[in-house]
């Protein structure tokens, strides 16, 4: 199953919450903080952001020099936690697939 950026930012955020919190300690910081780490030592910048559940903040920050990428989630508190990472990142505009008006 594959899931569109919408619905996988939503998943991330609905379970990023519960996670972050268990892992607070080896992956969360001030927003401030991990913002700056993000940037010094993979010089990934802010892609995208959206409101997740309970008002966290979900963004994604990347590199188009090495294609790392970070998802973090902060809480309303300022608390941001790291959420997933990995390699590869692309930047897509796909079009909608065309509606079926005659349903």
């Not at 607070?24 to 940037?39: G, H, I």
């Amino acid at each position: 199953m594959i899931l569109k950026p919408s619905a996988l930012l939503l998943a991330l955020a609905a379970l990023a919450p519960q996670t972050a919190l268990s892992q607070q300690a080896a992956n969360c910081a001030t927003r401030d903080k991990v913002v700056a780490r993000l940037a010094q030592s993979y010089g990934e910048t802010r892609q995208s952001v959206g409101l997740g559940a309970n008002n966290a903040m979900v963004e994604v920050f990347a590199s188009a020099e090495s294609g790392t990428w970070t998802i973090t989630v902060t809480t309303p508190r300022g608390l941001t936690c790291l959420v997933a990472s990995g390699q590869a990142f692309e930047t897509l505009a796909e079009a909608l697939p065309a509606s079926d008006s005659d349903t």
